[in-house]
């Protein structure tokens, strides 16, 4: 008998290690791509995910974080239910979680995260690439913001919430009614079948963290036209002071091809012999898009543009037709879904939208 007691000790002991040490794996009896294999538990999604506006002070959030599906109406929180996955939705089967949540219920998020040593003294921004549908999110306790909307990346600025050292604590709390709610949805049902496709509820993008100058460069909008051979830049500066002024270059590779400065958020810039961009010959202008304050630098963000003009025109015959930088290209016009069967919303990996985007031209 303490022979059997001892054995069975040994046991226990030996499983709890490896449940602790392997708190996720991918949901099996369900389709996987080839890519599932390569998600990494750590570290999965770990690319930079917004090339349209790059700065390098930034810490990826992807990995395992607490989860809880609660009541909607009693939402406190004690014991979490385990690890999922993120950014890969709830339902999802790289989630590791592969649950339903209905609309009584809301899906809840904890993770940690200690802060690298050079974001102190910066402002802090808490970004969301997409939560479907409506979250909100807390800080060390404290609301920062509450977002509606699936499709869309966000942001709150977390700076005031948070403690001056050691691990700070990030709530988000999502409720997603998907097809008993009037929100957008797309082709989401809770029960797929036929044409229909699985619900995809809470975090689907990459979360991350930046860290900013008290003045910085909340967005951009660069507008080409190949007709005057000129690209227009607009930029939205946060906390912007007298005297400030905005400079952009643009770059074909390591050449800089043109570069401007002004004192208004507005710049044009000539782009001598533009190369077009097109299916055949995708070119794009690297931009570096700075603030300066008495001839120091900010702010600075990279970017990129292509040369190309989307119109409509007749053609000979007064049929009305798609242009391509002013002359008429066949639209072709597959169908792609959009949806993985492991990640749902979410590609497995890279590797696997770039195979996807390849393989569809």
Known sequence: MRKFSLLFLITFLVFGANAQTTPWKIVEG????????????TTPLPEYPRPQMIRDSWLNLNGLWDYAIKAKQTPEVTDYDGKILVPFAVESSLSGIGKTVSKENVLLYRHTVTLPKEFKGKTILLHFGAVDWQCDVMVNGMKVGTHTGG??????????ALKKSGPQEIKVMVWDPSDEGPQPRGKQVKTPKSIWYTSVTGIWQTVWLEAVPKTYIEFTKLVPD????????????????????LKMSA?????????????????????????LWSPADPFLYNVRITIMRGGKTIDEVRSYFGMRKISMAPDGNGIQRMLLNNEFLFQYGPLDQGWWPDGLYTAPTDQALKFDIEKTK
Not at 31 to 36: D, F
């Open 30 to 41: 369900k389709i996987s791509t080839a890519w599932a294999e390569q998600v990494s538990a």
């Open 251 to 275: 770059w074909d590779g390591t050449q800089k091809v043109a570069e401007q400065d002004t004192d208004s958020l507005k710049v044009t810039l000539a782009i001598p012999n533009p190369r």
């Open 151 to 160: 499709y869309d990346p966000f942001y709150f600025d977390i700076t005031d």
């Open 226 to 245: 190949i007709d005057q051979k000129t690209v227009s830049l607009h930029a939205a500066v946060k906390n912007v002071q007298a005297g400030d002024r």
